[in-house]
């Protein structure tokens, strides 16, 4: 329970440039105006818009938000900020089948360009899956970046967990065909694949995925498996486009978002959650194992409009 408390304050201090730029716009806009008309939500539409919302999402929020207005009859702007609120945490709740992996044998593919911190998502995933008593194995199948195998060998030992790699440059197929015997093997409750990182290439990411989904399919049938992508919160939009373009040549199944810590572009959050309709389940805020943890709209929330 400390840890999380901990984690909160860091995350609400890692948010502090998005409230500035963002939730300070929405106060004075909330105090500015004594009615709701056109022009405030015209008004409130810019500021989300601005905040790395996005416009499907904010017009999503904004039509939320005059449905609760109409609904509970108010008429002062000051009144409904909370609504505003509760509108953006309805737009991004994670339901708790997206965490079934916990729960049963799972093999969890992690995908994302490189330098957004998706190795070391995978170490950190890997480091509290053990603490909390599961057997969990890492496949170095990211075999085209340089140094991403040394890497994740660092944090198989920081994790204490065992790995399966090659050489740099070697088939990422064969990597994740020979841990999953391991995997089979040694009884193993997760594997976690740190795998494909380019985008450029689509027709060749495209391949090698259904390359790697057909071995975890053929030889460990009975196993959850689940795509997962790895995106840089300091991107913004970008980070929205590079899952969207990933979800277009993989069934992803969830999003990592990482670097929250010192972003001011952290509405991204709701934005991929609610345009994608891919949850959000981890987040990372630093560098330690404890940084990133499962994602909770109701705090993340708060930690966006909490002074």
């Known amino acids: 329970m400390e840890e999380k408390k901990g984690f909160f304050n860091r995350l609400k201090s890692g948010l502090s440039k998005t409230r500035q730029s963002f939730v300070s716009g929405v106060d ?29 999402t904010t017009m999503r929020i904004i039509d939320g938000l005059k449905e609760k207005v109409k609904e509970n009859k108010i ?20 339901h708790e089948d997206a965490y079934e992996f916990l729960n049963r044998k799972s093999v969890l593919l992690l995908i994302g360009v490189n330098g957004v911190g998706k190795t ?9 899956l053990k603490d909390r008593g599961k057997k969990v194995m890492l496949a170095a199948a990211d075999t085209f970046r340089a140094g991403a195998i040394d890497q994740l060998k660092e ?12 050489q740099e440059g070697s088939d990422p197929a064969a990597i994740v065909y020979d841990a999953v015997a391991a995997a089979k093997a040694r009884d193993v409750d997760i594997l976690l694949c740190d795998t494909a990182g ?10 090698e995925l259904h390359k790697i989904h057909l071995i975890i399919e053929k030889e460990y049938p009975d196993d959850l498996l689940e795509t997962i992508i790895v995106v840089d919160g300091t991107t913004g939009q970008n980070a929205l486009s590079q899952a969207r373009e990933f979800s277009e040549v993989a069934d ?5 978002l990482t670097k929250l ?10 934005a991929i959650q609610s345009e994608l309709n891919i949850p959000v389940k981890y987040i990372g805020i630093g560098e330690q194992i404890g940084d990133l943890q499962r994602f909770d709209a109701e705090e993340y929330v708060n930690a966006l409009f909490e002074s």
């Open 28 to 56: 004075s806009l909330f105090s500015g105006f004594s009615e709701i008309d056109d022009d405030f939500y015209e008004e409130l539409e810019e500021l989300l818009v601005r905040g790395d919302i996005g416009i499907d």
């Open 75 to 94: 008429k002062e702007a000051s009144a409904c900020k909370q609504l505003l609120i509760d509108t953006i945490k309805n737009q991004m709740r994670v």
């Open 120 to 128: 070391t998502s995978v170490g950190k995933l890997a480091g509290q």
């Open 155 to 166: 944090w198989a030992n920081r994790a204490g967990v065992d790995i399966i790699a090659g």
């Open 198 to 207: 380019r985008l450029h290439n689509k027709k060749n990411l495209m391949a």
């Open 252 to 256: 992803v199944s969830g999003v990592v």
């Open 261 to 270: 810590d010192g972003t001011a572009k952290g509405g991204i959050a709701i």
